[in-house]
């Protein structure tokens, strides 16, 4: 039996997979979390073998959340969600431990197969993105001015990008204000950018961020 632990900040999504679970024999849904912090807790006192995460969730995030949960148990294997299919976010993931990395528009059977895969101790990534990450490899580094970015600085400049202050962002990822701070001039030297409406704004023109979310 392949149990699964399912964190998503919307229940319709974790509502959605869940129906496609529990339809298949040898998987089932153990449990559920709204967010990256309630997932750590979860994890503290279970033991799923296979987690679905969303990388963009309020407070620490799919990314960080993925740090605390290996830490705790280095064998769970964790698969990615997310409408960020272009690089840099699926290297930066898949470098950071991520066992797998999914569209939030692949079909069912398409997660159920990542599920197996990643539960065999093997890697996946789903085809169009593999597809990318290859294509970007021979493109100019500069087209991508997001590829120059640390782990950290993307997951900061994530959190920047929608809304949130550097004083929330200092307390879920238990860093000093000035560290942040630090981060964040940081980023907008590499990214040739003056303030935080600049870096909204390149965010979404290179599809690291919806403008219909904002």
């Known amino acids: ?90 290297t930066k993931v898949m470098q950071a431990g991520a066992a797998g990395y999914l569209s939030k528009g692949a079909c069912p059977d398409e997660v159920l197969n990542a599920i197996r895969i990643v539960n065999s101790g093997q890697r996946y990534l789903a085809p169009e993105i593999a597809q990318q990450m290859a294509l970007s490899q021979l493109s100019p580094s500069d087209e991508d001015p997001f590829r120059v970015l640390s782990e950290r600085e993307l997951q900061i400049m994530m959190m920047i990008t929608k809304g949130q202050r550097v004083v929330d962002i200092s307390e879920q990822l238990s860093l000093s204000s000035k560290t942040v701070n630090s981060y964040r001039y940081r980023l907008f030297d590499k990214l040739g950018v003056q303030g935080d409406v600049e870096l909204t704004h390149l965010a979404i023109r290179y599809g690291m961020l919806d403008a219909d979310t904002l």
Not at 58 to 67: C, R, W
Request: with cysteine; hydrophobic share 45%; glycine share 8%.
């Open 1 to 90: 039996m392949i149990n699964i632990l399912l964190v998503d900040d919307h229940e319709l999504v974790r509502t959605g997979i869940s129906r496609i679970i529990d339809d298949v024999r040898g998987m089932k849904v153990i449990g559920e979390a709204e967010s990256g912090e309630d997932a750590v807790k979860w994890c503290r006192s279970n033991e799923p073998d296979v987690i679905l995460m969303d990388i963009n969730m309020p407070g620490i995030g799919g990314l960080d959340a993925m740090h605390k949960i290996l830490r705790i148990n280095e064998d769970i294997k964790i698969i990615m969600l997310t409408m960020h299919t272009e690089n840099p976010f699926p």
